[in-house]
């Protein structure tokens, strides 16, 4: 933080414009069978919804109920990953003993120098590698934060191909308890988006009407279903590589400048109008915003030049309350995004002040070749 105040006030600070957008969802009117519900997507540049959490699953709830309760929703999941490794590797060695369940997703940890399955939302340690060193990360992630953290920091998961490199990281890991870069899950997102959310509909959910596998997805009344890939249903479409999550936390300007950029991916910045339209759908929907603001985001002003920026480029788009720019020397230097009593505006506002923000999350990919990943 230090150092973006000396860059701003030094005249030395780069900017660039960064590939970046803030994800938006769209209901799609025309019902159809699951491929086609795909094309639907993939025409607008799109990609069928991956629910992420439990926060993805309740907004959908309520974006689903506004628009008057659609029939069931096609989701991008469906019955065909293949066993890799998390870098890509095919699994040649392996010393599991997790034996699925249908529907069921389990990750593979080190246990006590034993290869043990464990839910993947649990929190781990894990142990990353990168040019053959293994290294020990002692913080506890879910799985798919785990690959995330390891990916940015290292080079992945770590993987293991024969008996000399599971004696490494053994040896490594000092019998402690941590994540491995192996998840076993018959399921896959189409966008290849990491995610350890399953809410099946109890109980009989892979039950069959007949003798054809149900091996795509649908959401429905808070639910994900097994279907038969040729029903017709509502495509539900989403675009971009930023989760938006809401922090009910009262910050400072700077305390959640600090928290978003440990625990996600950055304060919030929003770019262009699209990403403005997706923090006002996320701020109407999400059931943790609470309707109540205002938030705190990455606007943030020089003191020296008087021109606002996001973390890390020159604001172009603008969105001020009544359209007019703060300036010096009567403006705050810290800038928030107002509630819908508001029209989700941004006023200027003392970085003092404590207030619930909004973080930016880069969405994390099972295969590299995705998004913004390795």
Known sequence: MALLVFLLCSGLFHFTLTSHQLRIFYFKTTRSVWSEALEECYENNESPVTLYDEED???????????????????????????TWSNGNNVNFTESLVNLTKGEQICEAIDNDTWTGYNCSEKKHFMCSKDDTYTLI??????????????????????????????????KGNNRSFWIGLMHDEWE?????????????????????????????????????????????????????????????????????????????????????????AVEQWLKFSEFSDGVGP???????????????????????????????????????????????????????NCLLRHPFLCEEEIVYMDKRYGFDG
């Not at 109920?65 to 065909?80: T, V």
């Not at 509630?339 to 200027?348: I, P, V």
Request: charged share 30%.
């Open 57 to 83: 699953e309740k907004f959908t709830y309520k974006f689903q109920e506004s628009n008057r309760g659609p029939p069931p929703l096609w989701l991008g999941l469906s019955k065909s990953r293949n066993l």
């Open 189 to 277: 997102w189409q966008d290849k988006g990491c995610s350890s959310f399953r809410k099946w509909r109890p109980p009989t959910h892979f039950r069959l009407d007949s003798d054809e596998e149900k091996e795509c997805t649908t959401y429905t009344n808070g639910e994900m279903d097994a279907q038969e890939c040729d029903q017709l249903k509502n495509p539900f479409c989403s675009k971009g590589d930023m989760r938006i999550r809401v922090i009910n936390k009262n910050f400072t300007w700077e305390e959640a400048f600090n928290y978003c950029e440990t625990e996600h991916s950055g304060l919030l910045s929003i770019e262009d109008k699209e990403d403005q339209y």
């Open 138 to 171: 002692e913080k506890e992630e879910d799985w798919c934060h785990a690959l995330k953290y390891c990916r940015t920091h290292h080079s992945d998961l770590v993987s293991i191909h024969n008996e000399t490199e599971n004696g490494l990281v053994l040896e």
């Open 295 to 349: 938030f705190w985001i990455a606007l943030r002003q020089s003191r020296v030049f008087g021109f606002w920026i996001w973390r890390d480029s020159v604001v172009s788009y603008k969105n001020w309350k009544n359209g007019s720019v703060p300036v010096p020397p009567s403006s705050h230097i810290c800038g928030v995004i107002s509630d819908k009593t508001d029209n989700y505006t941004w006023t200027d506002e």
